[in-house]
């Protein structure tokens, strides 16, 4: 498919000035003008980092989980083992995603030694913030130690049926992370075109085969 022009639809941003700054976020307000000459300011754009999002899958097919606080929410929420990319991760974007992903997992989960394929990369909120989320697969993940939650982390680690996730959150059963759910839907349509090959056990493929068609 070609490309769709779309400069015609680009605001033109006028001013810009960083209006809040810490470790965590930056907030930049910018004067901007619309292609149809309409002015909007002070448009707020929030600065993360860019996030990385982990599938993990074990040999026996379940998921390796993290149940949270999120503050946000005000409640405690089942997710991906995910974080954000660090200036220690590397340089290069692709390679620092990898890094970070590799990192977080083993940091929060204590599980890894696997290679990690992406599966996904997305904007969590386009419209005012200015980060990416890249989400990796992460097959026949084992114990390997080296737990170190961040300070104010308290993650327990879950294991859960991959395809019982999927149906619960089908059916409405299970609230997640919306990137989280974006890429553990991404990660099942991977692993179901490439079947047995994968390493996964048939069953296993089968059950998330059958909860992706609502079976």
């Known amino acids: 498919m070609s490309p769709i022009p779309t400069d015609r639809l680009k605001w033109r ?3 810009s000035e960083i209006t809040f700054q810490d470790r965590w976020l930056t907030v930049r307000s910018d004067r901007c003008v ?12 929030i600065g993360y980092p860019d996030w990385v999002n982990v599938v993990a899958v074990r040999p026996d097919g379940r998921l390796v989980l993290a149940l949270e606080y999120r503050h946000g929410a005000g409640e405690v929420v089942l997710g991906l083992p995910s974080g954000a990319i660090d200036p220690k991760d590397g340089a290069d974007p692709a390679l620092a995603a990898r890094a970070a992903a590799e990192r977080e997992l083993i940091e929060e989960t204590g599980y890894g030694g696997v290679p990690f394929e992406r599966v996904l990369g997305a904007w ?6 200015s980060n990416r989320a890249t989400t990796f697969l992460a097959l026949g993940v084992r114990e390997v130690g080296g737990l170190a939650p961040d300070f104010g982390e308290e993650i327990e680690v879950v294991l859960e049926d991959w395809a019982g996730v999927m149906r619960r959150l089908a059916f409405g059963d299970l609230t997640m992370q919306a990137m989280h759910i974006a890429g553990l839907w991404a990660a099942a349509t991977q ?3 490439r079947g047995p090959a994968c390493g996964l056990d048939a069953a296993v ?5 059958a909860a992706i068609l609502g079976a």
Do not use: C, F, K
């Open 34 to 45: 619309t292609p149809q000459g309409a002015e909007i300011g002070p448009y707020h754009v």
């Open 124 to 129: 969590p909120n386009p419209a005012n913030q």
């Open 13 to 15: 941003t006028l001013s």
């Open 191 to 193: 692993v179901l075109a």
């Open 205 to 209: 493929i089968e059950d998330l085969r």
